[in-house]
């Protein structure tokens, strides 16, 4: 086995034959095993001084990657489902962007959504769709909306003032979302 530090690859004589980069150093098949085995566990394979491969630890994450991290859960909470109290049960509906699509359009409709209405809910159930359900589930969107930005934006500040951005943990704070 080769590998060359100027593409970052990994060679084997059988399989590229004559068309191994130059600079390929000869590796043992232990070495490779064990730095395929270190990628695997989240090191990264990098060159030393010599060109040969080692193991080391990954970048840290900037600030700007960490906020699009914060965002990257910002949008799945949104689309996590929303909680309505529907008679005497509480069901979750999808909040999905095709779904709020759906939903503003029954809170259009008003009063002439269909008297037979049924809306299938995120546990399978089906609940006789109203205007007055519709109007609960369109707050219900509005109200989480609100709370999972607030806490994308404390998590950001609170990022941005803590000494190391990248160790930051955003996972605690969060609106519950449906099967949780």
């Given at each position: ?12 004589r ?58 990257a ?75 999972v ?10 990022m ?21």
């Amino acid at each position: 086995m080769f590998y060359s530090k100027s593409t970052g690859g990994f060679y084997d004589r059988e399989i590229h034959g004559a068309n191994i980069p130059a600079d390929a150093l000869e590796i043992t098949d232990a070495k490779y095993a064990a730095l395929l085995e270190g990628q695997a566990a989240g090191k990264v394979i990098t060159a030393n001084a010599e060109g040969f491969p080692e193991l080391t630890d990954p970048p840290k994450a900037t600030a700007a990657q960490v906020w699009e991290a914060i965002k990257a859960m910002r949008d799945q909470r949104k689309a996590g489902g929303v909680k309505v109290k529907v008679g005497a049960a509480n069901k979750w509906f999808h909040s999905d962007d095709a779904s709020r699509i759906q939903q503003m359009g029954l809170v259009m409709m008003g009063a002439s959504i269909p008297a037979d209405l049924q809306w299938k809910t995120m546990d399978g159930s089906f609940i006789a769709m109203t205007q007055t359900v519709a109007g609960a589930v369109f707050a219900a969107a509005a109200a989480s909306d609100q709370a999972v930005f607030a806490v994308a934006e404390g998590h950001k500040a609170a990022m941005e003032a803590s000494a190391d951005p990248s160790m930051y943990d955003f996972s605690t704070g969060w609106p519950k979302m449906y099967g949780e």
